[in-house]
């Protein structure tokens, strides 16, 4: 019989596992690294999203000078009238429009993605205003490109 009791008091004192102070302490060091980590993971994300309007931009300027190029006889103030998304195609040029531009760019025209200004010198577009499908507002000015929300 003391034998049994002697087991019994063994068993009890060699348990394995985590107190409740051992777990508490872990989750209070990962919400810490939470507490770190989310807003620098925002940062990314909205970094992300600005680096894909520049490239959505970039692809809409590569179609604009397509155009421009295939449509040499035109000037660069009927250019810049038909190659924005208020504008409309020019009379003999009716491939210079906006929904062309898009196309070519394989950029959707059903959302806010937009063309809102557009510059052209010596045929060559020199200045852009592109509100891309995120809804961030991409600038071409003197050869930098900005973004703004």
Do not use: C
């Not at 937009?114 to 050869?143: C, P, Q, R």
């Amino acid at each position: 019989m003391l034998q049994t009791i002697k087991q019994s008091v063994k068993k009890k004192t060699n348990k394995k596992g985590f107190t409740l102070i051992e777990v508490i302490v872990v989750l209070v060091i990962l919400a810490i690294l939470a507490a770190i980590l989310i807003p620098s993971m925002i940062g990314w994300i909205n970094k992300a999203q600005d680096k894909s309007s520049v490239v959505e931009a970039r692809s809409v300027l590569l179609a604009e000078q397509t155009i421009a190029s295939e449509n040499y006889k035109m000037t660069d103030s009927q250019l810049a009238g038909a190659l924005k998304k208020d504008g409309s195609a020019v009379t003999g040029f009716p491939e210079a429009t906006y929904a062309k531009v898009m196309e070519l760019a394989e950029v959707s025209t059903t959302g806010t993605a937009a063309v809102t200004s557009v510059t052209f010198s010596n045929h060559k577009v020199t200045a852009m205003t592109y509100v891309s499908t995120d809804g961030v507002t991409v600038t071409l000015a003197n050869g930098n490109w900005t973004t703004s929300k």
